[in-house]
């Protein structure tokens, strides 16, 4: 893979999605920054963002892309590839928290949220994996949770959607290291981003109302996560060293946060656990990233 790397965002518009534009630009990885409707209701961030990369000389270009649209995904990944003849990195990082008690959020708001978190992913990975094929390298980047290994009251279904996508991206891993494709799961804790300013919350308070004090606990959460929020360029630096170290070499996880909650332990025990999966069904030997160097620092 080059030095200098061309990475597809999405969810660039604001907070992780936006730093991690600036931060990557910035060490000279050519950067395609997408985002939702960037001439109307983000208007004012793209040409923010394009005011930055104009200012400090960065290779950041801002293309259209809803996560939720297969025809806006394929425009974007082909004019990436038709501007910078290839791909190397795509991070899904376009999402959303739904808060409040699991009875209360309607069957269209968890599917809105599926829609968001965990198909958006999957339209990219669909998109990309051809073009990365071709050039038989490549990284999927999925800007996980904390929230994707563990479970509150009130974030059953954005738990839920983080879980979904671990899932998938572990199985991406096992399925395309032999093609020289990696897939890297990133689960950050609590950072200021506008992530709670952005959350939906459970639209059926009829329901919401029958639970009495239960009631309150979405809001002392949202509370206590804002109070522990750390700052957000931690995971941009974080998300620069995973796409700086060397293929062949990433992790499959990386927790980045203020407090670890034991996702850490989690993470170590699940490691162990699918290792003696593979084994058991007798696959260690088909799949070669078990063999690589890779599988010492999953
Ligand atoms: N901040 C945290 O504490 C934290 C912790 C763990 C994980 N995360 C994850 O980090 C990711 C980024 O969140 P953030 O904290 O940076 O919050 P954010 O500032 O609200 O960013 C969310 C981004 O997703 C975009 N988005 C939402 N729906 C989209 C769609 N259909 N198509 C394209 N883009 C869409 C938003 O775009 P618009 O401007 O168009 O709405 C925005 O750019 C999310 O996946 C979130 O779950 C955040």
């Known amino acids: 893979m080059n030095s200098n790397q061309v990475v597809l965002i999405t969810g660039s518009s604001t907070g992780f999605g936006r730093l991690f534009a600036l931060t990557l630009a910035r060490k000279g990885h050519t950067v395609f920054a997408t985002m939702r409707d960037p001439g109307g209701r983000n208007a004012k961030n793209s040409s923010e963002i394009r005011a930055l990369a104009e200012k400090d000389s960065l290779p950041i270009y801002v293309l259209e892309l809803d996560v939720t649209d297969d025809v806006s995904v394929e425009r974007a990944v082909d004019a990436t590839v038709a501007k910078a003849g290839r791909i190397d990195v795509a ?18 708001q968890a599917q809105r949220l599926m829609d968001t978190n965990f198909f958006g992913p999957v339209r990219i990975n669909r998109v990309v994996l051809p073009h990365m094929r071709r050039q038989r390298s490549g990284v999927l980047m999925h800007i996980s949770s904390g929230a994707g290994r563990i479970v509150g009251p009130s974030m059953g279904f954005y738990s839920a959607s983080k879980f979904a996508l671990e899932a998938l ?12 494709i990696e897939s890297v799961i990133v689960q950050p804790g609590p950072y200021e981003t506008p992530v709670i300013g952005n959350m939906v919350t459970a639209a059926d308070e009829a329901r919401t109302n029958t639970y009495g004090a239960v009631k309150q606990i979405p809001a002392k959460i949202n509370a ?15 998300v620069l060293r995973i796409i700086e170290t060397p293929a062949g070499e990433k992790q499959l996880r990386y927790l980045v946060s203020p407090e670890t909650f034991g996702v850490d332990q989690i993470n170590a025990l699940s490691k162990q656990v699918q290792a003696n999966l593979l084994e058991g069904l007798g696959l260690a030997a088909d799949i070669k990233f078990l063999k690589g160097k890779a599988v010492a620092s999953v």
């Open 91 to 108: 991070i899904n990082n376009a999402g959303y928290a739904l808060s409040g008690l699991a009875e209360a959020v309607t069957t269209e």
């Open 169 to 180: 991206a572990e199985s991406y891993s096992y399925e395309l290291a032999s093609q020289g």
């Open 224 to 238: 206590a996560l804002s109070s522990m929020a750390g700052n957000a360029q931690e995971v941009a630096d974080a």
